[in-house]
């Protein structure tokens, strides 16, 4: 290993300097989540959005469908609008994940109850 030297540990020390005195200022505590309800637009946009997502990256099986929103919580952002957590139910619709279709315009599959005695 190389030592440094005094000049080596002067720049060191002044790129210490110079990136603590361009550090962000300190910021105010972050938001509390929100509660939305829901059935709130937002939710039902974002729920939208994920489900798209998730079926975009499946590539066997069958497009997953919303059956209901369970629980919401936003996370306000300062710039970038919000972050949502969601709990979503869904359920497998007749169309394969390899047809590409939006989960929108596919059927719901049809549940067969089978009793055994």
């Given at each position: ?26 910021r105010?505590?972050?938001a509390a ?8 637009t937002?939710a ?7 489900l798209?997502?998730?079926?975009a ?19 306000p952002?300062?710039?970038t ?9 869904v ?27």
């Amino acid at each position: 290993f190389k030592l440094l030297g005094p000049l080596s540990l002067s720049y060191l020390g002044e790129l210490a300097l110079c990136s603590w005195a361009a550090s962000p200022p300190a910021r105010e505590a972050q938001a509390a989540l929100l509660s939305p309800t829901c059935d709130d637009t937002a939710a039902e946009k974002a729920a939208d959005l994920a489900l798209c997502q998730i079926n975009a990256y499946r590539n066997e099986g069958y497009i997953l469908s919303l059956y209901r929103i369970f629980c919401v919580q936003e996370h306000p952002q300062e710039i970038t609008g919000s972050v949502f957590y969601l709990n979503l139910d869904v359920v497998e619709v007749e169309c394969h994940v390899l047809s590409r279709k939006f989960w929108k315009n596919c059927m719901n599959k049809r549940f067969t109850f089978i009793a055994t005695l």
